[in-house]
């Protein structure tokens, strides 16, 4: 078993008590809204976690614009865990957006521009991981993903625009009871807002670090495979005396 | 810059004297458009109102999905004729040979809209040949071949590339989808000049910071 960093514990904890805060404060300090009842509470998990999303797309760009200049793979590998922790928080920011709007607007859906936005992206980032399932793992995966990922978020605001246009167009048919109703944030519905917002922001961080070092920990665990294959191939080739050659030659198809 | 227009035209011939001898991209992408298209006839039962409301939805729906399939033709044909490492050494700049392929993949679709738009407006009798609808048609070639070869190229050493291509392509670019149906539809309905501009305002701005990016990013893509 390998040794957790203490710093990581103390990561962990720090997030595990802030969720445990912005849990008791979401559904026993905060008052419920007046207008829309419990199901406003919702708001506390759509907010934060839509934040989180853009943040990580935020993320993925920088990573991938930094990755094409210097090459070094720890920009590869943020790139990585912005974007897998990215898609599932964009997931949970529509799942959420959908059961909070079903009973306050009586559709599960409608053509509201951030919701639409939010599904477009989530499709081009789910793609990006998909190509990046699908290449086989070496330098040229990490430059096509970083273009990948760069175009994605170079769509962004593009896409934002066009679903404005579209919800302008097209009224959405919001036909629920409270479909009207204005909710103010402020008082303690901001403050919880403000908490959660930080409790998802941390941990969001913890969770993609995790991930970047599990990818960092696959990357070299494929380096030791990469070397114990070559053994075989160096001893008949040092015999022949073209060690260089075979030890630079691609393994295994990855390249 | 008379220098590298002549690379890029030298480079979208080499593309359209193959697919004059082959016929298989513009035929591939008229075909499969239009069985789109038809299958829509079937799948709606049509009413000049209903028309109306579906038909440039279902236009661009067709031409996408079609122009992509032509899209991943094209550079799948320089994969599996290797010629693709020919076209890497030749010694001009990356952003050249992404232009000279995008170009060729604008006429392809381009002149495949050219037999599709007059049947589509038979079938579902809506009226778009006109010129509203022509500079739409333009300005979504423009992005769609932008788009399209940039991501062909991404994907074109991928395993089941005919799968990669339109899953990168399509959500890409439905801002473009959005602006061509909605202009498209404000035309055939009668809209106004106001409402017709925003999608056309729309249109621009993705082709010009697509054809800027796919060109920018294209060196990273076609590398060593």
């Not at chain 1, 009973?103 to 919701?115: N, R, S």
């Not at chain 1, 204005?182 to 303690?188: A, K, L, N």
Request: glycine content about 6%; hydrophobic content about 55%; proline content about 4%.
């Amino acid at each position: 078993m390998v040794a957790v960093p203490k710093i990581r514990l103390i990561w962990l904890g720090l997030t595990a008590a802030l969720m445990a805060l912005t849990l008791w404060m979401i559904f026993i300090w905060v008052p419920t809204e007046v207008n829309q009842g419990n199901i406003q509470r919702s708001l506390y998990f759509h907010v934060p976690v839509a934040w989180t999303a853009m943040v990580a797309i935020v993320l993925v760009a920088f990573a991938s614009v930094a990755y094409l200049k210097t090459r070094s793979e720890k920009w590869d590998r943020l790139a990585v865990a912005a974007a897998e922790t990215g898609v599932i928080f964009a997931g949970l920011m529509l799942i959420t957006g959908m059961v909070w709007a079903k009973p306050v607007w009586g559709v599960w859906w409608t053509g509201e521009a951030k919701l639409t936005t939010t599904l477009i992206l989530f499709f081009i980032y789910v793609a990006y991981l998909m190509f990046r399932a699908y290449f086989p793992p070496g330098e040229q995966r990490r430059r096509l993903a970083a273009v990948i990922g760069l175009m994605g978020a170079i769509d962004t605001p593009i896409i934002y625009y066009g679903a404005q246009l579209w919800e302008r167009a097209h009224p959405s048919a919001v036909v629920g009871p409270l479909s009207d109703s204005d909710s103010s944030v402020d008082g303690p519905i901001g403050i919880t807002l403000i908490v959660a917002v930080v409790a998802f922001s941390v941990l969001f961080a913890y969770v993609a670090s995790e991930r970047y070092r599990l990818r960092k920990q696959e990357d070299e665990v494929m380096e030791l495979r990469r070397a114990v294959s070559l053994r075989p191939a160096l001893a008949i080739s040092s015999s022949l005396e073209t060690t260089e050659s075979t030890a630079s030659a691609p393994a295994g198809g990855a390249y | 810059m008379g220098a590298a227009l002549a690379t890029v035209w030298t480079l979208a011939r080499k593309d359209l004297l193959l697919e004059l001898r082959s016929r298989d991209i513009v035929l591939a992408i008229v075909v499969f458009a239009l069985l789109v298209i038809t299958i829509f006839t079937f799948a709606i039962e049509l009413t000049p109102s209903r028309s109306r409301d579906v038909g440039p939805g279902v236009l661009w729906a067709a031409v996408a999905f079609a122009g992509v399939l032509g899209i991943n033709r094209s550079f799948a044909m320089e994969a599996e004729g290797d010629t693709l490492d020919g076209l890497m050494l030749t010694p001009v700049s990356r952003e050249l040979i992404f232009f000279g392929k995008s170009l060729a993949n604008f006429i392809f679709i381009t002149v495949a809209e050219i037999v599709i738009f007059p049947v589509f407006e038979a079938l579902f009798n809506i009226n778009v040949l006109r010129i509203e609808t022509i500079v739409i048609a333009l300005l979504a070639s423009i992005g769609f071949s932008a788009v399209g070869t940039a991501f062909a190229a991404v994907s074109v050493r991928v395993r089941s590339r005919e799968i990669m291509l339109p899953l990168l392509f399509l959500p890409t670019v439905i801002p473009l989808i959005m602006a061509a149906v909605e202009s498209t539809s404000v035309v055939v309905n009668g809209g106004s000049w106001s409402g017709f501009s925003a999608w056309l305002q729309l249109a621009i701005a993705f082709d010009v910071i697509f054809v800027i990016a796919s060109a920018v990013l294209f060196q990273f893509v076609l590398e060593e």
